[in-house]
């Protein structure tokens, strides 16, 4: 069975045209699959006899919505998909001056095993494909109203491990007969996976790249990231200066204010130090507690902060949405397994 939410446009016309239609069908479906459509029948400008033949031929499974919960405070919406074969993903929307922005999740689970991060506590169980990433723009799209402006891939899972279907989905979510958002109007965050990071600035997209530094000392980033035992800050900082020098995109650091471990004034001043001669934005998050976890919120974020902009380095802190409704990283996915993992005991 063919999986025809992961073909792009090209794709989708050698298909159809392997089916004998002619290829001006490659543009129908494939505007279609952008708006979110449950079933062929729905593909209303096709044959019957075509809409027959591509039931037999494709799958075409929607995400339903397993829990949805809606913060009262600021309209954010978080969303537990479940997926055909039974998985659960996570996407939030998030409504800024600046347009809808959806957070979507790149894997189910995480294997990165980031020690601050409730997504990556069980593990991985599997990669999404091209189709699953861009259902979750769609559907979010399509349940809650808001048309979608903005998508980051900082939810569930590592998108530099899970590069191929990535890719391709930027390809669908871009295009014109799609849902046509820019690439200036997405980012994607990664932990450090420097083959990744390589690989994307050899696309040259002009999408925005967030790189969670978190530490900018060996010692202490391996201690809270064992991406860096394999990669480490140092290789990070000279692929990033190499990222900036072909693509010409300022990237975005982010950096969770952990008490008493990566707070400190030096640690302020080695981050500048490393990101001299490329303009760096480093982003400061306040940690979400994480009941698994040892790390406490700092209380020095607006000390560090001015010791960046000391340097001479744009430093905001993030505005924190949805604190109300769990929408902090796999949260939610979390309390779901859990209460699952009660009910079968
Ligand atoms: N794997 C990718 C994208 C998913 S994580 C990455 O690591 O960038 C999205 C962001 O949330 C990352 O910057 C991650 O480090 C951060 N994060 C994870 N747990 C957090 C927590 N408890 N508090 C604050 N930020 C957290």
């Known amino acids: 069975m063919t999986d025809i939410k992961s073909m792009t446009l090209p794709e989708l016309r050698d298909f159809l045209q392997g089916l004998g239609e002619p290829a001006f069908r490659g543009k129908q479906v494939f505007s279609w699959l952008s708006r979110g459509v449950g079933s062929f029948d729905e593909m209303s400008n096709l044959p019957l006899s075509l809409r027959e033949r591509l039931k037999t031929a494709c799958i075409l499974s929607v995400p339903t919505v397993a829990r949805k919960q809606v913060s009262a405070k600021d309209g954010t919406i978080k969303y537990l998909w479940e997926l055909a074969d039974g998985n659960c993903i996570e996407s939030v929307l998030m409504r800024y001056h600046h347009g809808n922005t959806v957070c979507i999740s790149s894997q189910v689970g995480c294997r990165m095993g980031c020690a601050f991060c409730a997504s990556t506590i069980a593990g991985k169980v599997r990669d999404l ?48 007969d799609g849902l046509n958002i820019g690439m200036r109007h997405i980012s994607l965050s990664t932990c450090g996976v420097l083959p990744g990071i390589r690989r994307l600035a050899e696309q040259a997209l002009q999408l925005t790249l967030s790189v969670s530094l978190h530490a900018p000392d060996s010692e202490t980033r391996s201690r809270l990231m064992p991406v860096n035992r394999a990669y480490d800050v140092e290789e990070l900082f000279a692929a990033c200066h190499a990222y900036f020098e072909k693509t010409g995109r300022r990237i975005s650091f982010e950096y969770a204010m952990i008490d008493g471990v990566n707070d400190q004034d030096w640690q302020a001043d080695l981050i500048a130090k490393r990101l001299k001669g490329m303009p760096g934005h480093v982003n400061l998050i306040p940690l979400n507690d994480v009941a698994e976890s040892p790390f406490r919120p700092s209380r020095r974020t607006a000390a560090f902060q001015k010791r960046l902009e000391s340097h001479g380095l744009t430093a905001t802190v993030r505005r924190s949405l949805g604190g109300d409704i769990d929408a902090a990283c796999g949260q939610l996915r979390r309390k779901a397994e859990a209460e699952k993992g009660e009910d079968s005991q």
């Not at 799209?141 to 590069?163: F, H, R, T, Y």
Request: aromatic content about 4%.
């Open 129 to 176: 494909t091209p189709g699953e990433l861009l259902d979750q723009v769609v559907f979010t799209q399509k349940d809650s109203g808001a048309p979608i402006s903005n998508i980051v891939l900082m939810g569930i899972g590592e998108p530099m491990d899970n590069l191929d279907a990535v890719l391709k989905f930027l390809e669908l979510v871009n295009h014109p």
